[in-house]
T-cell receptor, first 112, second 114 residues
Framework: GENVEQHPSTLSVQEGDSAVIKCTYSDSASNYFPWYKQELGKGPQLIID?????GEKKDQRIAVTLNKTAKHFSLHITETQPEDSAVYFC???????????FGTGTSLTVIP | DVKVTQSSRYLVKRTGEKVFLECVQDMDHENMFWYRQDPGLGLRLIYFSYDVKMKEKGDIPEGYSVSREKKERFSLILESASTNQTSMYLCASSYYGGQGSEQYFGPGTRLTVT
């Protein structure tokens, strides 16, 4: 089955700096890669996703890149703000089903 | 607005009790999922269902069962709760999409088994 690894597990940045979270996956059949943000006391919420026919996707301060050959994808947050502090999860999914395989999460703290 | 609701935010049960966690979605989604979330382990899939009365085991189904009698409702059952089932339980739903589709999560139920 699929194995998704996520690094780092914790990340602290100064407000205004950039944050990068990286994930690797093992199953070459995976073709959908969402990123979820989980704030305290809430369920995870999708913030951006990318499909395997695309190398990069941006949405304002958030971007995701995908390298299919190396089987890794990354989340980039620029100009971080305190409200970006949360736990972020990457995931991978394939056409063969609707099951997601999640990374172990990154706790991001943005220091004002 | 899309909504996934879970029956309880916090639950405390005793070892050996039968526990029901309920999840309801209002988006007419085919797929529903139950995960447990533990520090350092991320989200692990317990069971999922892609249709009424259909269920598939996830990565950690032992000690759990599920029921889906109606499309909007997916129940997780702990037949005999044990302390190692103390965890955060998250329900999610998605429409059936061949190329992957967004999962919408409920707020979670924090279960403590004493």
């Amino acid at each position: 089955g699929e194995n998704v690894e996520q690094h780092p597990s914790t990340l602290s940045v100064q407000e205004g700096d950039s944050a990068v979270i990286k994930c690797t996956y093992s199953d070459s059949a995976s073709n959908y890669f969402p990123w979820y943000k989980q704030e305290l006391g809430k369920g995870p919420q999708l913030i951006i996703d990318i499909r395997s026919n695309v190398g990069e996707k941006k949405d304002q301060r958030i971007a995701v890149t995908l390298n299919k050959t190396a089987k890794h994808f990354s989340l980039h947050i620029t100009e971080t703000q305190p409200e970006d502090s949360a736990v972020y999860f990457c995931a991978a999914s394939s056409n063969t089903g609707n099951q997601f395989y999640f990374g172990t999460g990154t706790s991001l703290t943005v220091i004002p | 607005d899309v909504k996934v609701t879970q029956s309880s935010r916090y639950l405390v049960k005793r070892t050996g009790e039968k526990v029901f966690l309920e999840c309801v979605q209002d988006m007419d989604h085919e797929n529903m999922f139950w995960y447990r979330q533990d520090p350092g382990l991320g989200l692990r899939l317990i069971y999922f269902s892609y249709d009424v009365k259909m269920k598939e085991k996830g990565d950690i189904p032992e000690g759990y069962s599920v029921s889906r009698e109606k499309k909007e409702r997916f129940s997780l059952i702990l037949e005999s709760a044990s302390t190692n089932q103390t965890s955060m339980y998250l329900c999610a739903s998605s429409y059936y999409g061949g190329q992957g589709s967004e999962q919408y999560f409920g707020p979670g139920t924090r279960l403590t088994v004493t």
